[in-house]
């Protein structure tokens, strides 16, 4: 994450200075006294670096030369600013951090950092507890359900990195607002500054496959992460000594470090308990270590047709 935002802001300062250079060549070409003015500045530095005149003579002369160059700008219907460095951030110039002694992160640092989080947890930002609504659901008992979940959901993911219990279970059948809940937890996280991912069982299988067809473990990253979203537990393929074992890995290793997890699936118990194991089933239902959360009612996607 790191490399990457340090990539970010060194393409932003490059195409700074590169702004930069057009407008000077632009305004160069319109007056050569510009580039005498430049020779002058350059001058200044020289003699206050060999000590021939003081700071304040210094900037007496290159008051003088900013107050020439900016007549010069305005004879030519230029800004007065149109040579000096332009920033996206004024704040931090485009450097990421702010403060004098200590450096902390700008605003826009926690910004770009928040939008790369959303980028690689496949968050969406229209599916979050602010956009939640009731008015999609056909009856009151249902919709009563969907606002107690909500509640229940949103007190999870304000207590995140350490849940108590660690663990939610959102299960019922499908088209109930179960994956919009474990969006929503996963964008609250991002937006509080904790990594997480949010992933369907299906695509984690197939990132699982990919990582031993390319010989790495992907298996760690959905161990140690702080958050981890699974969703539509149930859809992916049975693939012998893959499936059953990854998944159980990441459940026993997260449920035993006390990690944050979030399981979404359509089965039952019972159901669970035939396609992995029962002690798979055990342990996804265990509420001494998961809150969960059944979701009951009318299929939601049926009443947007």
């Known amino acids: 994450m790191r490399a990457k935002l340090s990539a970010l802001y060194k393409k932003i300062q490059a195409e700074n200075r590169q702004k930069l250079e057009q407008r000077r060549e632009h305004a160069y070409s319109k007056s050569p006294r510009f580039l005498e003015l430049d020779s002058l500045s350059a001058e200044v530095l020289i003699d206050l670096a060999r000590g021939k005149i003081d700071p304040c003579e210094a900037a007496r002369r290159n008051q003088a030369i900013r107050t020439e160059q900016e007549a010069l700008l305005k004879s030519l219907f230029l800004p007065?600013?149109?040579?000096?460095m332009r920033y996206i951030c004024p704040n931090c110039k485009d450097t990421g951090l702010v403060g004098t002694d200590i450096?902390?992160?700008?605003a826009c640092y926690l910004k770009n950092e928040?939008?790369?989080?959303?980028?690689?947890?496949?968050?969406n930002n229209s599916e979050t507890f602010e956009n939640f609504s009731t008015d999609i659901y056909p009856e009151d008992a249902q919709r009563f359900r969907?606002?107690?979940?909500?509640?229940?959901?949103?007190?999870?993911?304000?207590?995140?990195?350490?849940?108590?219990?660690?663990?939610?279970?959102?299960?019922?059948?499908?088209?109930?607002?179960?994956?919009?809940?474990g969006n929503a937890i996963a964008y609250r996280a991002i937006e509080n500054g904790i990594p997480c991912i949010r992933i369907t069982?299906?695509?984690?299988?197939?990132?699982?496959m990919e990582g031993l067809s390319a010989r790495e473990n992907r298996l760690?990253?959905?161990?140690?992460?702080?958050?981890?979203?699974?969703?539509?537990?149930g859809i992916e393929p049975m693939i012998p000594n893959?499936?059953?074992?990854?998944l159980l890995s990441v459940l026993g290793e997260r449920q035993g470090a006390g990690l944050a997890t979030v399981y979404i699936t359509n089965l039952s118990y019972e159901e669970i308990g035939l396609r992995y194991s029962e002690r798979f089933a055990s342990r996804l239902f265990n509420r001494e270590i998961t809150l969960m959360i059944s979701l009951t009612g009318e299929d939601l996607r049926k009443e947007k047709r």
Do not use: M, W
């Not at 007065?80 to 000096?84: A, E, G, S, V």
């Not at 760690?220 to 969703?231: A, I, M």
């Open 80 to 84: 007065p600013t149109y040579l000096d």
């Open 103 to 106: 450096k902390r992160p700008c």
């Open 114 to 123: 928040q939008q790369f989080l959303l980028e690689g947890a496949r968050i």
């Open 146 to 181: 969907s606002q107690n979940a909500k509640k229940l959901c949103e007190r999870y993911a304000n207590s995140l990195p350490a849940p108590k219990p660690p663990c939610l279970l959102l299960h019922g059948q499908a088209g109930l607002g179960k994956s919009f809940f």
């Open 201 to 208: 069982a299906y695509r984690f299988i197939q990132d699982i």
């Open 220 to 233: 760690d990253k959905y161990v140690t992460l702080p958050l981890l979203v699974l969703d539509d537990i």
């Open 242 to 246: 893959i499936t059953r074992e990854s």
